[in-house]
T-cell receptor, first 112, second 113 residues
Protein backbone atom coordinates (compact mmCIF):
# COMPACT_ATOMS: atom_id res chain seq x y z
CA UNK A 1 0.00 0.00 0.00
CA UNK A 2 1.29 3.46 -0.90
CA UNK A 3 2.18 5.56 2.12
CA UNK A 4 3.73 8.88 3.08
CA UNK A 5 5.15 9.46 6.55
CA UNK A 6 6.14 12.81 7.99
CA UNK A 7 8.25 13.56 11.02
CA UNK A 8 8.17 15.02 13.51
CA UNK A 9 4.41 15.22 13.99
CA UNK A 10 4.80 18.45 15.94
CA UNK A 11 7.56 20.91 16.63
CA UNK A 12 7.87 24.00 18.81
CA UNK A 13 10.66 26.50 18.09
CA UNK A 14 11.47 30.13 18.79
CA UNK A 15 11.59 32.91 16.26
CA UNK A 16 14.87 32.92 14.40
CA UNK A 17 15.43 29.17 14.67
CA UNK A 18 15.96 26.97 11.62
CA UNK A 19 13.76 23.89 11.24
CA UNK A 20 13.90 20.81 9.07
CA UNK A 21 10.76 18.82 8.32
CA UNK A 22 10.99 15.30 6.97
CA UNK A 23 8.88 13.32 4.55
CA UNK A 24 9.51 9.72 3.55
CA UNK A 25 7.46 7.70 1.11
CA UNK A 26 6.87 4.20 -0.16
CA UNK A 27 4.86 4.28 -3.35
CA UNK A 28 4.72 2.57 -6.70
CA UNK A 29 5.28 4.70 -9.82
CA UNK A 30 6.38 7.91 -8.14
CA UNK A 31 5.73 11.01 -10.22
CA UNK A 32 6.29 14.02 -7.97
CA UNK A 33 6.33 15.21 -4.38
CA UNK A 34 4.53 18.32 -3.24
CA UNK A 35 4.70 20.41 -0.08
CA UNK A 36 1.76 22.43 1.18
CA UNK A 37 1.29 24.82 4.11
CA UNK A 38 -2.02 24.64 5.95
CA UNK A 39 -3.11 27.26 8.41
CA UNK A 40 -6.67 27.06 9.67
CA UNK A 41 -7.95 26.85 6.11
CA UNK A 42 -7.14 25.15 2.82
CA UNK A 43 -3.64 23.91 2.02
CA UNK A 44 -1.58 26.39 0.01
CA UNK A 45 0.99 25.13 -2.47
CA UNK A 46 4.69 25.58 -1.65
CA UNK A 47 6.85 23.35 -3.86
CA UNK A 48 6.70 20.52 -6.34
CA UNK A 49 9.75 18.27 -6.69
CA UNK A 50 10.30 15.72 -9.43
CA UNK A 51 14.08 15.34 -9.71
CA UNK A 52 16.59 14.25 -7.11
CA UNK A 53 19.13 16.66 -5.74
CA UNK A 54 17.69 19.86 -7.19
CA UNK A 55 16.84 22.33 -4.46
CA UNK A 56 13.75 24.44 -4.79
CA UNK A 57 13.84 27.72 -2.92
CA UNK A 58 11.37 30.43 -2.08
CA UNK A 59 12.51 33.08 0.35
CA UNK A 60 13.32 31.41 3.64
CA UNK A 61 11.87 28.06 2.55
CA UNK A 62 13.73 25.44 0.59
CA UNK A 63 13.16 21.79 -0.25
CA UNK A 64 15.02 18.91 -1.83
CA UNK A 65 14.15 15.40 -2.94
CA UNK A 66 16.17 12.19 -2.72
CA UNK A 67 14.59 9.58 -4.98
CA UNK A 68 17.13 6.94 -4.08
CA UNK A 69 16.45 7.11 -0.34
CA UNK A 70 12.77 8.02 -0.90
CA UNK A 71 12.55 11.15 1.18
CA UNK A 72 12.30 14.90 1.02
CA UNK A 73 13.07 17.67 3.48
CA UNK A 74 11.60 21.12 3.89
CA UNK A 75 13.83 23.70 5.52
CA UNK A 76 12.69 26.96 7.01
CA UNK A 77 15.39 29.41 8.11
CA UNK A 78 14.97 32.39 10.43
CA UNK A 79 11.49 31.24 11.42
CA UNK A 80 8.76 33.78 12.14
CA UNK A 81 5.50 33.43 14.04
CA UNK A 82 3.71 33.56 10.69
CA UNK A 83 5.35 30.26 9.78
CA UNK A 84 3.20 28.53 12.39
CA UNK A 85 1.07 26.04 10.47
CA UNK A 86 0.71 22.40 9.52
CA UNK A 87 3.08 21.43 6.73
CA UNK A 88 1.79 18.67 4.49
CA UNK A 89 3.81 16.46 2.20
CA UNK A 90 2.04 14.67 -0.66
CA UNK A 91 3.12 12.26 -3.38
CA UNK A 92 1.62 11.99 -6.83
CA UNK A 93 1.58 8.65 -8.63
CA UNK A 94 1.83 8.04 -12.35
CA UNK A 95 -1.29 6.76 -14.09
CA UNK A 96 -3.60 7.64 -11.23
CA UNK A 97 -4.84 10.91 -12.60
CA UNK A 98 -3.01 13.20 -10.26
CA UNK A 99 -4.33 11.73 -7.02
CA UNK A 100 -2.26 12.96 -4.08
CA UNK A 101 -1.33 10.73 -1.17
CA UNK A 102 -0.75 12.90 1.86
CA UNK A 103 1.27 12.39 4.99
CA UNK A 104 -0.30 13.23 8.33
CA UNK A 105 1.43 16.59 8.50
CA UNK A 106 3.91 18.31 10.81
CA UNK A 107 2.45 20.94 13.10
CA UNK A 108 4.97 23.74 13.52
CA UNK A 109 4.57 26.31 16.26
CA UNK A 110 6.92 29.30 16.29
CA UNK A 111 7.03 31.17 19.60
CA UNK A 112 8.02 34.85 19.79
CA UNK B 1 -11.42 36.01 -6.86
CA UNK B 2 -10.21 33.43 -9.35
CA UNK B 3 -9.35 30.69 -6.87
CA UNK B 4 -11.26 27.54 -6.03
CA UNK B 5 -14.47 28.26 -4.15
CA UNK B 6 -16.63 25.94 -2.06
CA UNK B 7 -20.08 26.32 -0.58
CA UNK B 8 -21.24 26.16 2.07
CA UNK B 9 -18.23 26.76 4.30
CA UNK B 10 -19.90 25.09 7.27
CA UNK B 11 -22.74 22.60 7.49
CA UNK B 12 -24.32 21.16 10.60
CA UNK B 13 -26.80 18.38 10.07
CA UNK B 14 -28.53 15.63 11.97
CA UNK B 15 -27.66 12.01 11.46
CA UNK B 16 -29.64 10.50 8.62
CA UNK B 17 -30.05 13.72 6.65
CA UNK B 18 -28.67 14.26 3.15
CA UNK B 19 -26.20 17.03 2.43
CA UNK B 20 -24.77 18.46 -0.79
CA UNK B 21 -21.62 20.52 -1.23
CA UNK B 22 -20.55 22.54 -4.23
CA UNK B 23 -17.10 23.27 -5.65
CA UNK B 24 -16.25 25.81 -8.34
CA UNK B 25 -12.73 25.18 -9.67
CA UNK B 26 -10.36 27.63 -11.27
CA UNK B 27 -12.03 28.29 -14.60
CA UNK B 28 -9.40 26.90 -16.98
CA UNK B 29 -8.72 23.76 -14.93
CA UNK B 30 -9.84 20.46 -16.41
CA UNK B 31 -9.23 18.30 -13.36
CA UNK B 32 -11.19 18.47 -10.14
CA UNK B 33 -10.55 16.48 -6.97
CA UNK B 34 -12.41 15.85 -3.74
CA UNK B 35 -10.58 15.04 -0.51
CA UNK B 36 -11.69 14.52 3.06
CA UNK B 37 -9.65 15.66 6.05
CA UNK B 38 -10.23 14.74 9.68
CA UNK B 39 -8.58 16.42 12.65
CA UNK B 40 -4.87 15.78 12.89
CA UNK B 41 -4.66 13.94 9.59
CA UNK B 42 -3.66 14.82 6.06
CA UNK B 43 -6.34 14.96 3.36
CA UNK B 44 -7.53 11.63 1.93
CA UNK B 45 -8.44 11.29 -1.72
CA UNK B 46 -12.10 10.61 -2.49
CA UNK B 47 -12.60 11.03 -6.23
CA UNK B 48 -11.52 13.00 -9.28
CA UNK B 49 -12.92 14.27 -12.56
CA UNK B 50 -11.32 15.10 -15.84
CA UNK B 51 -13.80 17.44 -17.45
CA UNK B 52 -17.19 15.79 -16.80
CA UNK B 53 -15.86 12.23 -16.52
CA UNK B 54 -15.39 10.74 -13.08
CA UNK B 55 -12.23 8.70 -13.58
CA UNK B 56 -11.41 7.34 -10.15
CA UNK B 57 -13.17 6.74 -6.86
CA UNK B 58 -11.55 5.78 -3.59
CA UNK B 59 -12.79 2.81 -1.64
CA UNK B 60 -13.43 5.41 1.07
CA UNK B 61 -16.32 6.61 -1.08
CA UNK B 62 -19.17 4.38 0.10
CA UNK B 63 -22.41 4.06 -1.83
CA UNK B 64 -23.83 6.88 0.30
CA UNK B 65 -21.47 9.29 -1.45
CA UNK B 66 -21.96 10.52 -4.97
CA UNK B 67 -20.19 13.20 -6.95
CA UNK B 68 -21.01 14.85 -10.23
CA UNK B 69 -19.51 17.38 -12.57
CA UNK B 70 -22.25 17.65 -15.17
CA UNK B 71 -20.84 20.27 -17.51
CA UNK B 72 -17.19 19.92 -16.69
CA UNK B 73 -17.22 23.06 -14.62
CA UNK B 74 -18.53 23.03 -11.03
CA UNK B 75 -18.92 19.80 -9.07
CA UNK B 76 -21.23 18.61 -6.33
CA UNK B 77 -20.60 16.03 -3.63
CA UNK B 78 -23.67 14.52 -2.00
CA UNK B 79 -23.72 12.42 1.14
CA UNK B 80 -26.92 10.51 1.80
CA UNK B 81 -28.06 9.29 5.21
CA UNK B 82 -25.20 11.03 6.98
CA UNK B 83 -23.45 9.33 9.88
CA UNK B 84 -21.40 10.86 12.68
CA UNK B 85 -18.27 9.39 11.10
CA UNK B 86 -18.85 11.61 8.08
CA UNK B 87 -17.94 14.67 10.16
CA UNK B 88 -14.84 16.12 8.52
CA UNK B 89 -13.54 18.91 6.32
CA UNK B 90 -14.34 18.25 2.65
CA UNK B 91 -11.77 19.84 0.38
CA UNK B 92 -11.98 20.43 -3.33
CA UNK B 93 -8.93 21.03 -5.51
CA UNK B 94 -8.36 21.68 -9.19
CA UNK B 95 -5.46 21.48 -11.59
CA UNK B 96 -4.82 22.07 -15.25
CA UNK B 97 -4.52 19.13 -17.61
CA UNK B 98 -0.77 19.48 -17.86
CA UNK B 99 0.08 20.93 -14.48
CA UNK B 100 0.56 18.85 -11.39
CA UNK B 101 0.00 21.52 -8.77
CA UNK B 102 -3.42 21.20 -7.21
CA UNK B 103 -4.98 24.35 -5.83
CA UNK B 104 -7.34 23.87 -2.94
CA UNK B 105 -10.55 25.60 -2.00
CA UNK B 106 -11.37 26.71 1.56
CA UNK B 107 -13.26 23.52 2.31
CA UNK B 108 -16.68 22.68 3.72
CA UNK B 109 -16.66 21.66 7.36
CA UNK B 110 -19.40 19.10 8.00
CA UNK B 111 -20.62 18.32 11.50
CA UNK B 112 -23.09 15.47 11.89
CA UNK B 113 -24.93 15.50 15.21
Amino acid sequence: EDKVVQSPLSLVVHEGDTVTLNCSYEVTNFRSLLWYKQEKKAPTFLFMLTSSGIEKKSGRLSSILDKKELFSILNITATQTGDSAVYLCAVMIYNQGGKLIFGQGTELSVKP
Amino acid sequence: DTGVSQNPRHKITKRGQNVTFRCDPISEHNRLYWYRQTLGQGPEFLTYFQNEAQLEKSRLLSDRFSAERPKGSFSTLEIQRTEQGDSAMYLCASSSYRGDEQFFGPGTRLTVL
